[in-house]
């Protein structure tokens, strides 16, 4: 039986480990952040800034999902699209360096591309400090983008659109509507190029 939308969510959210529980902090976290900047600030009472949470919050819960098959140490799916681009990438040099540096070290590079989607996708459910998340975001598109570019089976526009909305998040950080960083700013405490 072919999986449908869906059964796909329920099955993630429900799932017995670890990393569900923590992903449902991360949804109730973001919802007492939007709940908060909601009640302190009467201009976040729209549809447009609903809007902007909800989108946010689902980019972010992508780039949460997409890092748990990279959950140290295993490292079996990463290997495989790391090789992908060593042997695919638009520009040879990155393929190189994949290729030479990255795949046999991967016990170095392998949590460190863990560690970076993870602060993606917190950064991106909470609101905060979404525009560093945005920029961290971007540049691990634009790694894929290129890297993937010729590989089989893959849509090169996959990773563009995904950039397009990293860029729009880095000029227009989504944390600013219900987010941490909404409150944030209220405060004073948060300089506006980090959200």
């Not at 992903?23 to 900047?37: E, P, R």
């Not at 780039?63 to 695919?88: N, V």
Request: proline letters at 7%; a neutral charge.
């Amino acid at each position: 039986m072919r999986p449908n939308p869906l059964e796909d969510v329920l099955t993630f959210l429900s799932a017995p480990a670890w990393t569900t529980a923590v992903f449902w902090l991360l949804l109730l976290g973001s919802g007492a952040a939007a709940a908060a900047a909601w009640r302190a600030e009467p201009a976040q009472h729209s549809a447009r800034h609903v809007g902007i949470w909800l989108l946010r919050l689902l980019v972010g819960g992508m780039w949460w999902e997409q890092s748990l098959w990279k959950i140290p140490p295993q490292y079996d799916g990463l290997r495989f699209w790391m090789q992908q681009m060593a042997d695919h990438a638009a520009i040879a040099l990155q393929g190189r360096l994949v290729g030479d540096i990255v795949l046999p070290n991967i016990s170095l590079f392998g949590p460190l591309v863990y560690g970076v989607e993870v602060l993606i996708g917190v950064s991106l459910m909470l609101g905060l400090l979404t525009r560093v998340g945005a920029a961290l975001g971007l540049l691990m598109v634009l790694n894929l983008w290129l890297g993937l570019y010729s590989a089989p089976n893959e849509w090169p526009w996959t990773y563009g659109f995904l950039a397009i909305i990293q860029c729009h998040y880095l000029i227009d950080p989504p944390g600013r509507s219900l987010g941490v960083d909404a409150i944030l700013r209220r405060r004073g405490s948060l300089p506006a190029v980090l959200g």
